[in-house]
């Protein structure tokens, strides 16, 4: 499994969103760290094949992406947006159903539904023994646990995750990355972004810090993760540096 990225550029309303981004995504646990507006969610649509670059090329296992058919990219990229969408009157088990819409005979859905793939994303997440509920009772971050199982019901080999932690407590926070780190245990590829770096520390093995568009940095978290990449990337004023140097980073 792997994202090749060659001169990707991306230009909104003639402002430059990324900029010449050359880079291999091959690793099992990718992190894309920047703050808000750095070009993130910019990035996985275009991992995702949702939005085209202005220039450049994305080969997903050496095929380029853009020639990969909608329904072929649904069966090997998953992608968790940061956008939560509003549904009512569905069980938990429908609701996951809808993932495994990419690989099934649309003339003979029913037939072809194989149910032990919907609880055993189910399982995985641990709603389980809740599925016949209906999504309304659910929570923000119990709604965003199901999106999980959704998308692990696509059955793909790479999953996005774009800021999955956003607007969550911290209870709901560390269930998603604990979920997150677990998807690697079951051999799928997580790319997930964040402007978090506290996040990322836990969940990624390989790091891309990202600042206007431009890539920064990349390689092993405990290797980009430092103060001065930090300081560089979020452009902190210094009455923030002892604070960050004290509390943030004395575990790496």
């Known amino acids: 499994m792997s ?3 060659l001169n990707i550029n991306y230009q909104n309303n003639n402002k430059n969103i990324l900029n010449d981004i050359s ?3 091959t690793e099992k646990s990718i992190g894309v760290l920047g703050h808000n507006g750095s070009g993130k969610t910019t990035l996985m649509k275009i991992l995702s094949g949702i939005t085209k670059p202005t220039s450049g090329k994305v080969e997903f296992d050496k095929k380029n992406l853009k020639h990969i058919s909608d329904l072929d990219r649904a069966k090997n990229i998953g992608y968790v947006q940061q956008d939560r969408e509003y549904v009512i009157g569905f069980t938990l088990y429908e609701y996951v159903e809808l993932g495994t819409f990419p690989n099934k005979n649309i003339l003979d859905f ?3 539904l194989d149910s032990k793939v919907i609880d055993k994303a189910l399982d995985i997440v641990g709603l389980l023994n809740r599925k016949d509920e209906l999504v309304d ?5 119990e709604m965003q646990i199901l999106r999980i199982a959704r998308v692990l019901a696509q059955n793909t080999r790479v999953i996005l995750f774009d800021e999955p932690t956003s607007n969550l407590d911290l209870k709901n926070a560390h269930k998603v990355s604990s979920l997150i780190k677990k998807l690697n ?3 799928i590829q997580t790319i997930v972004t964040s402007h978090d770096f506290r996040i990322l520390k836990d969940i990624s093995d390989f790091l891309c810090l990202l600042k206007n568009g431009v890539i920064l940095d990349f390689g092993k978290t405990k290797d980009v993760l430092t103060h001065e990449n930090i300081i560089n ?16 980073f004395k575990d790496l």
């Open 137 to 141: 009772n659910l929570s923000g971050g």
């Open 23 to 25: 880079i291999d995504f």
């Open 185 to 187: 245990s079951h051999g």
């Open 3 to 5: 994202f090749s990225l």
């Open 110 to 112: 029913k037939k072809n």
């Open 233 to 248: 990337a979020f452009e902190l004023l210094p009455e923030h540096y002892s604070k960050i140097d004290s509390n943030e």
